[in-house]
């Protein structure tokens, strides 16, 4: 209010702007809650008077984090308290908490505490059932099964790991090594001959020494019992096994590096880079000079499919004798039909090649091979079916259907989408040479250009947008 003989100040009758509302911070990502701490739970004592029953009780009312449980169970183990052990950890599996490490440190503690054998072997069975029944954890749980003397189980295993991928050596390989102690003759023939037909890694030469002595004693105990038909269905067992379908042998003088490819009748490219290939091929190792062992590459197919394999050669760096090279073609080697050939390849611009024919190939499907991968690169997860997904005519040949019958990928189950690219794409490999002194590059350039594009209709079959229909689809 204003003092007498002052002037009132000026009203102010305009509307002031609204002030902004102040925008709520953006909400920070909320902290991930620590796991709680192994004394905030109470595990039962040591001493408990029924230790099966405390430890159920426990686990049906906590669920304690895994890092807890196994903290816990390395002190209880390394105190000695294996019955607690295996009393905690079957109390876990029961109550729907169970991990893997879990099966394998109940059957070492129970085999410390003498349990039977039987128990134990269920334990080691049940850590198959837990994961995927795949290869690698056939062949795990069969390792562990071997360690606590179950070998007949172990075996078995085996043999259905083998069933799973019957061309990869690592079943018959642990097999073969207690061939000694097995009972059936058809268990030392499976081992020993898996071994001489697949393994091609580059201990061969002792783990074939160690089959044909299995083999050798299995003959001699055979022919103490006076078994000859035994004899004989060993003897055409392991002819059978070494049999060989396609081998190709590269043999040079000099300090040269020479390289040997071979095209296979699927058309699969078997090479040092890519050593091993779904048509059977065995690439069996990069040679170079000037030592003469090693001025030789050799090519194996003991299984494959018929057809012209086409040898092609490249002189990678170095001096070649004679700029040549002698090239051993064999067909149906081991067998009476065995046919062999010998050329000498002149090199023309660093390159030679030639071919040979199989009439009869062992071989009616691909095999499986595993992913040739970059060294270092990690293996993120496991590559799935993608040709079997893109095409839906190839799903049924390839069994892949889902446990309800619906065959993955076809028409209507689901959009496949398949990307294709416009342009110049540059592709580039690096190989470090044996000696370890120089560094490859192999680079193709791909130029590729869509000079058109079609949409199928479903409404009828009748390809839409093409460069006669801009009518889009129609029915006829």
């Not at 039962?44 to 029953?53: F, I, S």
């Not at 022919?223 to 042998?249: C, H, W, Y």
């Not at 001025?295 to 004798?321: D, Q, W």
């Not at 690169?377 to 079916?385: D, I, L």
């Amino acid at each position: 209010m204003a003092e007498p003989g002052q002037k009132a100040p000026p009203v102010n009758t305009t509307t002031p702007l609204a002030a902004p509302k102040p925008q709520p911070a953006p909400a920070s990502p909320r902290p991930r809650a620590p796991e709680p701490a192994a004394a905030t739970f109470k595990f039962p004592p040591v001493d408990a008077p029924d230790l099966d029953a405390a430890w159920d009780d426990f686990f049906a009312n906590n669920t304690p984090p895994v890092s807890v449980v196994g903290g816990h169970m390395l002190k209880l183990h390394g105190a000695g308290h294996h019955k607690q052990v295996v009393a905690a950890l079957r109390a876990a599996l029961i109550n729907g908490q169970a991990q893997p490490w879990m099966y394998e440190a109940l059957a070492g503690s129970m085999a410390i505490e003498k349990f039977p054998q039987e128990e134990i072997e269920r334990v080691l069975l049940s850590m198959t059932d837990f994961g995927q029944a795949d290869f690698a954890s056939m062949l795990y749980s069969a390792a562990y099964l071997v360690r606590f003397d179950r070998l007949d189980t172990a075996l078995k295993m085996y043999r259905q790991a083998s069933r799973m991928q019957p061309e990869r050596p690592e079943p018959y390989l642990l097999s073969v090594e207690h061939a000694a102690l097995f009972k059936n003759p058809d268990d030392v023939i499976w081992a020993a001959c898996g071994v001489l037909r697949y393994d091609w890694t580059a201990e061969r030469a002792t783990n074939i020494q160690t089959a044909r002595s299995a083999l050798a004693n299995l003959e001699r105990d055979l022919a103490k019992a006076g078994n000859q038909p035994a004899i004989d269905s060993l003897r055409t067992a392991v002819a059978e096994a070494q049999a060989i379908d396609v081998e190709i042998e590269v043999v040079w003088s000099g300090d040269s590096d020479i390289d040997l490819e071979v095209e296979e009748p699927s058309g699969t490219v078997c090479s040092i880079t890519q050593p091993q290939t779904a048509a059977g091929g065995n690439h069996l190792g990069d040679g170079y000079g000037p030592r003469p062992q090693d001025c030789r590459e050799t090519y194996v197919c003991p299984s494959g499919f018929a057809g012209e394999y086409r040898i092609r050669l490249k002189h990678a760096r170095g001096n070649v004798i004679g700029r040549r090279a002698t090239v051993t073609m064999t067909t149906h080697k081991g067998t009476s039909a065995e046919s062999r050939q010998t050329k000498t390849i002149v090199f023309e611009d660093g390159q030679g090649a030639t071919s040979v024919r199989l009439d009869r190939g062992r071989r009616e499907l691909p095999r499986t091979v595993q992913e040739n991968r970059p060294a270092g690169q990690p293996v993120t997860r496991r590559p799935g079916a993608k040709s079997g997904r893109r095409d839906p005519n190839v799903v049924p040949a390839s069994g892949q259907a889902n446990p309800a019958g619906a065959i993955i990928g076809a028409i209507g189950f689901q959009p496949n989408v398949q990307v294709i690219s416009e342009g110049v794409t540059l592709g580039a490999s690096a190989l470090i040479s044996p000696d370890r002194r120089y560094v490859r590059m192999g680079i193709s350039p791909t130029f590729s250009n869509i000079t058109d594009v079609f949409t199928f209709s479903v409404f009828g079959g009748v390809p839409a947008g093409g460069p006669n229909n801009n009518q889009g689809p129609q029915n006829r």
